[in-house]
């Protein structure tokens, strides 16, 4: 978390990232993706 506020540059490619295992944890499939996302792979 600190790094977040040492570098703004890191905040938006963090909140993607947020965004991206929000969907998987609710089961969707991000946008564009051909293939099931697995965290346990």
Do not use: H
Not at 1 to 27: C, F, H, I, S
């Amino acid at each position: 978390m600190a790094a977040l506020l040492r570098n703004p540059g890191l905040k938006r490619p963090t909140w993607e990232d947020v965004q991206l295992a929000r969907r998987v944890y609710d089961g969707l499939e991000p946008e564009g993706a051909d293939e099931e996302i697995s965290l346990f792979e």
